[in-house]
């Protein structure tokens, strides 16, 4: 139920979660993870950023940092540089947006060039950052990033041993003194026997004089080398803070990060032995779910809304792999919380751990799984970078796991042939879709052609279907509609020109996408008087109800493609 009534209001969009939404990574930097260089060019970002949204994905996470541990922070200009080109032409086809970043200046840019979300890894913590987006619409992301700061540090106190054959002699003087003013007097020999009855011989240290070819000399010197080289430990170690303080200083996600990376690669000692297999789970979860909900407090605070929040657990971000396994089975409690969760695990390093995997590559299968587990347990939205192989799963077990029928409006036009016939075929082929079912149909109505106004009148009519599939399935089995018909769409056929069929999916509820294969709401549908007219014969004013889903629909004087009569009925 709390997925079902979740709502995230993202700019111009708005997307509900009756079923989850997949985010797609987008890596525009030369360093990241898992991708790192393979979109860091414009055009190839941008390429890859479309075929995303017709593989299945919602949402285009764009980043132009890479936040992997040991990372190299980047400024705000060379940044900015790297993703706005791909954001504006992402936005231009109607994609959903998102901004990765943790710089107030990128964000402004992104947003300002067609970002609908901005995602800042460090939970908004900059108060400019605050200030931003309150006077925005966009959507927001709050990420737990990890705390900057080490446990206290282990000191070492260096130990001067003083190793001279003075010494040695002064300190054997002092001893034989100490013996005879106690009257003991023992005779110092070979297996004297301490300890009682203990009975543990010792051998007593010959005296300097007795040592053969000047081997005190020899062991002296080797002390002393080993003293210059615990001195120059502790100078490496000192050097080593001074580091990671200046770090902490300058570039606060770059110290947790590194944290990260050195907590991973560190020696777990066994003394400190548990009967569990893993630590106890409040207090982890007291301090990610305390920095997330006082940080959505902080942004409604400060004039966000609720409905713009979105919050994400931060994966690998300042966690070792117990806890990334601790905080993705406490799924359901942050679900609770109230706002849209996202789990961005997508081949972070505890996923191989979990699934013995070391090339972070090859971890989808393994992330997918894991996203599953989030899904089942309320997670709205998954963050992966195979989209397409993520969609395909997705799709498989939301079909057989959560029957789901949904409304969609389907326009059928033709000006080729026996017009009314091919509309009434078209319906019947589109009724025989698996999982889908034709439940009204308008009239069949005769218009002027639109666009490329030198042809023939069309007939045009609106059917209304329920469908369990996701959109880009369902536009796939229309586009075998029009294959099946004889549609000709090679590139010989003129655009807008004469046609047999034309199957265009208008609306789906609970639908926003974007790409070249498939824009929802259509991005024409309010212009059309061929589309409007007849969805009159299955709505109630339907001008009102898309200029409420944010389509706009212009008046009837300056629609295209009027209605100049009826042909019959369906």
């Not at 060039?113 to 908004?124: E, R």
């Not at 006077?135 to 130990?159: K, M």
């Not at 909900?293 to 931060?314: F, K």
């Not at 047999?500 to 991005?523: A, R, S, Y």
Request: aromatic share 6%; with cysteine.
């Amino acid at each position: 139920m709390a997925r079902d009534t979740k709502i995230w209001r993202c700019g111009k969009h708005t997307l509900t979660f009756d079923r989850p939404r997949i985010m797609g990574v987008l890596n525009v930097t030369p360093d990241s993870f898992s991708d790192g260089g393979e979109h860091f060019d414009a055009q190839a970002a941008i390429d890859h950023g479309l075929a995303m949204l017709d593989a299945g994905a919602d949402i285009i996470d764009v980043g132009g940092e890479s936040t992997r541990p040991g990372f190299t922070p980047v400024n705000a200009d060379e940044e900015a540089k790297r993703v706005l080109p791909v954001i504006r032409a992402l936005a231009s086809k109607g994609a959903i947006v998102s901004i990765d970043t943790r710089h107030v200046e990128v964000a402004k840019a992104a947003v300002r060039v067609g970002a609908s979300i901005v995602n800042d890894v460090t939970g908004f913590t900059d108060p400019k950052m605050v200030e931003f987006v309150k006077n925005s619409n966009c959507g927001v992301i709050i990420v737990h990033a990890g705390e900057v700061s080490d446990p206290p540090a282990r000191t070492r106190t260096a130990v001067q041993l003083d190793t001279s054959a003075a010494a040695f002699v002064a300190e054997r003087a002092r001893e034989a003194e100490e013996e005879a003013a106690a009257g003991k007097g023992a005779k110092r020999g070979h297996g004297k026997v301490l300890g009682g009855k203990l009975g543990i011989a010792v051998q007593p240290p010959l005296p300097f004089g007795d040592l053969p070819n000047g081997s005190a000399a020899a062991d002296a010197a080797a002390e002393a080398a080993a003293q210059a080289a615990h001195a120059e430990e502790d100078a490496r170690e000192v050097a080593s803070h001074e580091e990671a303080r200046v770090i902490e200083q300058t570039d606060q996600l770059a110290a947790v990060m590194r944290r990260s990376a050195r907590r991973a690669e560190a020696y777990v000692s066994t003394s400190q032995l548990r009967r569990f297999t893993l630590p106890d789970s409040a207090p982890i979860m007291r301090r990610v779910m305390g920095f997330l909900s006082d940080q959505a407090r902080a942004l409604m605070h400060a004039g966000v809304e609720r409905e713009r929040i979105c919050i994400d657990p931060g994966a690998g971000f300042g966690k070792s792999a117990n806890e990334d396994v601790i905080i993705q089975r406490e799924t359901a409690k942050m679900a609770s919380l109230g706002y849209p969760l996202m789990c961005a695990v997508s081949r972070k390093r505890f996923v191989g751990t979990v699934s013995g995997v070391v090339d972070a590559a090859d971890r989808d299968a393994a992330t997918f799984g894991v996203c599953l587990g989030a899904i089942e347990n309320g997670a709205n939205i998954v963050r992966v970078h195979d989209v397409a192989g993520f969609a395909q799963f997705l799709n498989g077990f939301w079909a057989v796991a959560r029957p789901q029928p949904r409304r969609a409006f389907v326009a059928l036009g033709s000006n080729m042939g026996q017009r009314l016939d091919n509309i009434r075929r078209a319906r019947d082929l589109i009724a025989e879709i698996p999982l889908t079912c034709v439940s009204n149909c308008s009239r069949i109505y005769e218009t002027e052609p639109a666009y490329e106004t030198r042809q023939s009148p069309f007939a045009n009519a609106v059917i209304e279907i329920k469908t369990e599939l996701a959109p880009l399935v369902l536009i796939d089995e229309l586009l075998d509609v029009e294959n099946r018909m004889g549609r000709n769409r090679t590139k010989s056929a003129k655009p807008n020109g004469p046609r047999v069929i034309d199957c265009d999916l208008l609306w789906m509820d609970g639908e926003t996408h974007g790409g070249n294969k498939l824009q929802l709401p259509h991005p024409k549908l309010g212009e059309r008087d061929f589309v409007l007219v007849p969805l009159e014969d299955l709505m109630h004013d339907p001008a009102r109800f898309f200029r409420y889903e944010g389509v706009p629909v212009v008046e009837p004087e300056e629609r295209i493609g009027h209605v100049v009569g009826e042909l019959g009925s369906m």
